[in-house]
């Protein structure tokens, strides 16, 4: 009988930008942040560049170089995380 392999796992944290409290600049920051989590890619143009040496069960922190001006790093996105107690 075949085996069946298990799916792929990628786990993300998307902060829900749909939470009471934040600003329309602290909800376009945290969506911007979660396209480029979905993705891959920012709406600035920055990547996400995934390690070589993945391992099953393993927690990664992956870095993504975004434009200065990119919604995603901007004090707005700082507080939003702040807010949800996520900094
Ligand atoms: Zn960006």
Same mark, same amino acid.
């Given at each position: 009988?075949?085996?069946?392999?298990?799916?792929?796992?990628?786990?993300?944290?998307? *902060?829900?930008?749909?939470?009471?409290?934040?600003?329309?600049? +602290? #909800?376009?920051?945290?969506?911007?942040?979660?396209? %480029?989590? $979905?993705?891959?890619?920012?709406?600035?143009?920055?990547?996400?560049?995934?390690?070589?040496?993945?391992? *099953?069960?393993?927690?990664?922190?992956?870095?993504?170089?975004? +434009? #200065?001006?990119?919604?995603?790093?901007?004090?707005? %996105?700082? $507080?939003?995380?702040?807010?949800?107690?996520?900094?």
């Amino acid at each position: 009988m075949p085996r069946r392999m298990q799916p792929a796992l990628r786990a993300l944290l998307l *902060p829900d930008s749909t939470a009471a409290g934040l600003t329309a600049s +602290e #909800r376009l920051a945290l969506d911007v942040r979660a396209t %480029a989590a $979905r993705t891959g890619r920012c709406t600035c143009g920055a990547t996400m560049s995934l390690p070589e040496d993945f391992e *099953p069960g393993g927690v990664y922190v992956v870095r993504v170089e975004h +434009e #200065r001006d990119c919604p995603a790093i901007s004090p707005a %996105a700082q $507080r939003a995380l702040r807010k949800l107690g996520l900094r």
